[in-house]
């Protein structure tokens, strides 16, 4: 009773749609505008994402405190947008890369050290680690939620081995966790390591792992998470896990 309604902005997953997602965002900060609504006024109290969407609801959440300004900081880096920003596209660091997995297919099972620990990803994405720490304003974030002007910035990525979607969210208010059937929430710090997370893509990008109730999990792909749903891992024993985003 008496509970103020709130707009939630809900972004998926996909690249080409996370850059189709920036024109849209643009396109409403223009409408607003026209109809008088202050431009630093944040229209959205609830911003969520998932893989690439995840960046771009984050990066958004950041700047909540000026809308205009969190639009235009993602338009310039959409419109910059280069491979190399992603993953090393260099010659040596392909072929680096490939070397290592091709190492592995050929003569993985004489040697030891292939078999102990296996190259993780076919790409080294690097330089999307370093987008992100140059995209994201965290202590801005934090200052939103204290403040208000952002209820809450939610990121989702999903488990490899148990097969659930978690729900990481970070908010000021109080908000319980909820359960539903293959999907856990789970109140976090938002940060660039669950970024990795909701974005990995098996065998392309490596994993990322995460602490959660004091086990560890890994960034893996929702495909691969599918087909393993009946193997739920135990609460009681430090794991291993992956994690990504869920399908769209």
């Not at 998926?12 to 850059?19: I, S, V």
Request: one cysteine or more; charged letters at 15%; hydrophobic letters at 45%.
């Amino acid at each position: 009773m008496g509970m103020k309604k709130k707009t939630g902005l809900i972004l998926t997953g996909g690249g080409a749609r996370a850059a189709y997602q920036i024109g849209v965002l643009q396109a409403i900060s223009e409408i607003l505008w026209e109809e008088g609504w202050p431009p630093a006024r944040n229209p959205f109290q609830i911003i969520c994402g998932t893989s690439a969407g995840a960046i771009n609801a984050t990066a958004l959440a950041c700047r909540a405190d000026n809308f205009g300004e969190g639009v235009q900081k993602l338009l310039d880096v959409w419109s910059n947008f280069e491979a190399n920003q992603v993953y090393r596209a260099d010659s040596l660091g392909v072929l680096r890369s490939g070397a290592r997995w091709l190492s592995l297919l050929s003569f993985g099972w004489l040697l030891r050290k292939w078999r102990a620990a296996p190259p993780q990803s076919l790409l080294d994405n690097t330089p999307l680690v370093n987008l992100l720490h140059r995209m994201l304003d965290l202590p801005r974030l934090d200052n939103c939620l204290q403040e208000g002007l952002l209820h809450a910035v939610a990121v989702t990525a999903s488990s490899y081995t148990g097969g659930q979607h978690i729900t990481f969210y970070q908010t000021a208010a109080e908000i319980a966790p909820w359960v539903r059937m293959q999907r856990v929430a789970m109140q976090d710090q938002i940060g660039v390591e669950h970024l990795l997370a909701s974005s990995a893509i098996p065998f392309i990008f490596p994993a990322t792992p995460l602490y959660m109730g004091g086990h560890l999990e890994y960034a893996a792909t929702a495909r691969c998470a599918s087909w393993r749903r009946s193997r739920r891992p135990s609460t009681s024993a430090r794991r291993k896990c992956w994690w990504s985003a869920p399908a769209a």
